[in-house]
């Protein structure tokens, strides 16, 4: 997720960036012609936006095509993870364009009340991780290695951390085992959330550009990291089914291979519309550059989706529906 014109620019792009900010909804409906149709009516197709800005560049650059290619009228409803898998079962949702893994929800809204499926790869990998400051790392090399934290617990103390060294969460809603790997690696630290992308971002910036101590949570793919060194913490290592148990989780996030649910009323009545989600796959660099125009560079989702159409025009076009 080196910093350079950051600075300045943070206070614009962060207020776009946090809590499913970045304005999305705003210039992104258009009126279908006579006659279009999918699953959610005439010609409207439902995309919920997760509260962080990569999954709202997928969203937008999906969301143009939907209304410029195939003239369909999108929705961007700005829905929570949880509250997005329940949409698919009233019909406030038909897609989720960035998965990260769910197994519950898999189970509960897929193989059991099937109601929803998923729709192939985004192309993109995610990794959730710890991490902290570049310049932490050099000046305590060992750092990096979860067992030596407790030697620098004091160094990470908050006002919110009560007498131990802080973990920074982000959004209530993401996907975490922080409360769990800091029980079970018997480590003197308290998960703190900071409520949103922004949050973490801000304090990343911080901790870089004023030698602030920082142990967060943050993910790829994201464009910080072109931005803010950053250097993960090395946890004990994933191995398939260390995280089955919530509650004696003591490894490592697994890298997940993102990909898209969306409803079965859609994926059975979508027609094009519904082809175009499920050819949609790019690069963790795709989205970021989108994401990246979004937060710090004054761009809508709609104008950052429009740049990246402009320039990519045989990576979309491999998408549409022949």
């Known amino acids: 997720m080196k910093i350079r014109l950051i600075a300045g620019l943070l206070a614009l792009g962060l207020a776009a960036a946090g809590?499913?900010?970045?304005?999305?909804?705003?210039?992104?409906?258009?009126?279908?012609?006579?006659?279009?149709?999918?699953a959610s009516g005439a010609g409207t197709v439902k995309i919920a936006i997760n509260p962080w800005v990569g999954y709202e560049a997928s969203a937008n650059v999906v969301a143009y095509l939907l209304k410029n290619e195939l003239?369909?009228?999108?929705?961007?409803p700005e829905i929570k993870e949880q509250l997005a898998w329940e949409g698919f079962e009233t019909g406030d949702v038909d897609v989720i364009i960035e998965n990260w893994g769910h197994p519950d929800l898999v189970k509960k809204f897929i193989d059991e009340k099937k109601v929803a499926v998923s729709a192939g790869s985004t192309g993109n990998k995610g990794i959730i991780g710890w991490y902290v400051p570049k310049w932490m790392a050099d000046k305590y090399p060992d750092i990096t290695d979860y067992k030596n934290l407790n030697k620098y617990a004091d160094l990470f103390k908050t006002s919110e951390s009560g007498g131990k060294g802080q973990l920074l969460d982000g959004d209530p809603s993401y996907v975490t085992n922080d409360?769990?790997?800091?029980?079970?690696?018997?480590l003197n630290f308290k998960v703190v959330t900071g409520g949103s992308e922004a949050a973490l971002l801000k304090s990343a910036t911080q901790a870089q550009d004023q030698q602030k101590a920082l142990l967060f949570y943050f993910w790829t793919p994201h464009w910080i990291f072109d931005k803010v060194d950053l250097v993960r913490v090395n946890l004990p290592a994933y191995t398939e089914g260390c995280d089955a148990d919530p509650k004696k989780v003591a490894c490592d996030y697994a890298e997940l291979d993102l990909d898209k649910i969306v409803s079965k009323k859609f994926a059975d009545t979508g027609g094009k519309a519904y082809e175009l989600v499920k050819n949609f796959k790019w690069t963790n660099e795709?989205?970021?550059a989108v994401a990246n125009d979004m937060t710090n560079n004054g761009m809508t989702g709609e104008q950052a989706a429009k740049k990246w159409i402009d320039a990519n025009q045989a990576k979309w076009q491999a998408w549409i529906p022949k």
């Open 71 to 76: 003239k369909y009228q999108v929705e961007l």
């Open 286 to 288: 795709d989205q970021n």
């Open 19 to 38: 809590c499913g900010g970045a304005k999305v909804g705003e210039p992104s409906s258009s009126a279908a012609p006579q006659g279009q149709s999918s």
């Open 179 to 186: 409360e769990a790997l800091v029980k079970n690696l018997n």
